[in-house]
């Protein structure tokens, strides 16, 4: 019903949605990859043809001196990677774990923060208790970063979400509601 109400508003909101999927429970960035390759349209085509999707809706929101870096590494967070022959940074991030945790974190950031300065952003995550600790982690930081953007996250979860994440969010402005 809200996803209606959304679609019908007068300001249409941008709506991602992941969804959680227990043979992929876990699975480095499997929710929010989910949600961004569908919010941004990526076809079905093979991977180059999504690459180059990917490359150009980043384009049309960020600088061009920008626009690689941050295509790169939401390439890594959706599972379109680029060849790293033709990245000096992107080469050196697979090499080092913590470098690539921290740009994917900075591209998805960076990202977000673009598109929420032209509209509003909802990302639904459901069935969050088969997501995964990246995905969490990288949503707690764009809610940090972000925290003045016209961003809303709704989180659709079993009560065992407690038990997978315990603490979710909670230094985050959040409100549960048990159904």
Known sequence: ??????????HPFDVWIGQGDPMRAGTPFGL???ALRRGLGLSH???SVRRAELDLTVGRHLPEADRRRVAEFLGELSGLPFPESESVKLAAARRDPLLMRD??????VEFLSARCRERPLVLVLEDLQWGDLPSVELVDAALRAL????????????????DVFPGLWTDRDLQEIRV
């Open 147 to 162: 925290s003045e953007a016209p961003l809303f996250v709704l989180g659709i979860a079993r009560t065992e979400i407690h």
């Open 45 to 47: 085509a093979d991977a």
């Open 1 to 10: 019903e809200l996803l209606c109400e959304l679609e019908q508003a007068k």
């Open 32 to 34: 929010l990859a989910d």
């Open 103 to 108: 740009q994917v974190k900075r591209a998805f």
